[in-house]
């Protein structure tokens, strides 16, 4: 990992399309989106802590003026892209999927006590008030941004925010640019598919849900990577699973490749976790207690997991 790293940048990737993307894009640490028009504006996620979202907001109202938001769009579930849900103003609809708002309210804090090292500040959780099952298009004045439920993947309640006539697409944590991806919430199976989902909007402009923005021909290396990795764990996890051997047994076992040069190695375990799960024929996006989970990433990481401030 770096030992320096930069600040947030907001990056407009088309006419009136931003990313903002914070470095190292490691735990906690994520990227978030903002869409302009002349009838307002949307926001893609929030982040981590309540310093993280204040610093987000306020880079928010530079570009787009102190207007509430007209929507709030979450990718998935997890903290650190919902935390700062509850300091949009009331008035401002987070929209996600309905797993999505089942899972914030499931899942509480436990992202903040799992992934300790910053200071949270004020956290409150605020799940989506507005959700939907399949796909949902939100039109901002003449701009189009079409919400296409993928998961489960890397969570249960994963959407792409695709805005066409842009060729952007906001992708989440289908896409970790630099980190292995993550699946104990989701589904290995599911990921494979929502990848080529991906794949299939030909998109010009791709922002991951960690890690820098990826262009052109950048995007079809990030999306092969994932799919190599998840091959990758299918094949670790099935060798181990057929062996009677735990998911952290086989993990210390697997030579990782490459794939242990990129960030959140740990993750192996986690997602070998999940690949056992649908080996053992559960259905996919079954629960699977974070904890027990979470202390192999730890042991694989040879301590504590901990995130930047
Ligand atoms: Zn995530």
Redesign the pocket.
């Known amino acids: 990992m770096a030992t320096t790293v930069g600040p947030p940048e907001l990056l407009e990737v088309a006419t009136g399309v931003w990313a903002y993307v914070q470095p190292d894009g490691s735990w906690m640490i ?1 990227n978030t989106g903002l869409v302009t028009a002349d009838a307002g504006f949307l926001m893609v996620d929030t982040t981590s802590t309540e310093a993280r979202n204040r610093a987000l907001l306020a880079r928010v109202a530079e570009v787009a003026g102190t207007a509430a938001p007209r929507a709030l769009v979450n990718t ?1 579930h ?1 903290g ?2 919902t935390y700062g849900n509850w300091l949009l103003p009331a008035a401002t609809p987070v929209i996600g999927h309905v797993h999505c708002r089942e899972d914030v309210l499931a899942a509480g804090l436990i992202a903040a006590q799992l992934f300790a090292g910053p200071d949270y500040g004020q956290l409150e959780i605020r799940p989506p008030d507005v959700t939907f099952s399949h796909r949902l298009t939100l039109h901002l004045g003449s701009r189009q941004v079409e919400l296409i439920h993928v998961g489960p993947a ?2 249960r309640s994963d959407v792409l925010a695709w805005l066409p006539d842009d060729g952007v697409v906001f992708a ?2 289908l896409a970790f640019n630099g980190g292995q991806p ?1 699946l104990l919430e989701g589904s290995l199976a599911g990921f494979l598919r929502a990848l080529a989902a991906v794949r299939a909007l030909e998109a010009d402009v791709l922002v991951p ?1 960690h890690g820098p923005v990826c262009r052109g021909s950048e995007i079809a290396r990030v999306l092969d990577d994932m799919t190599a990795y998840a091959e990758f764990v299918a094949e670790v996890a099935a060798a181990g699973h057929r062996s009677g051997r735990p998911p952290l047994a086989a993990a210390q076992a697997a030579d990782p490749g490459r794939f242990g040069d990129w960030q959140e190695a740990e993750r192996l375990v986690g997602n070998l976790h999940r690949a056992y799960s649908e080996l053992d024929g559960e259905p996919l996006g079954t629960r699977i207690p974070l904890p027990p989970a979470v202390a192999d990433m730890t042991t694989m990481n040879g301590g504590p997991i901990t995130c930047l401030a």
């Open positions: 994520n998935h997890h650190d892209h890397h969570t989440g944590d993550f849900g």
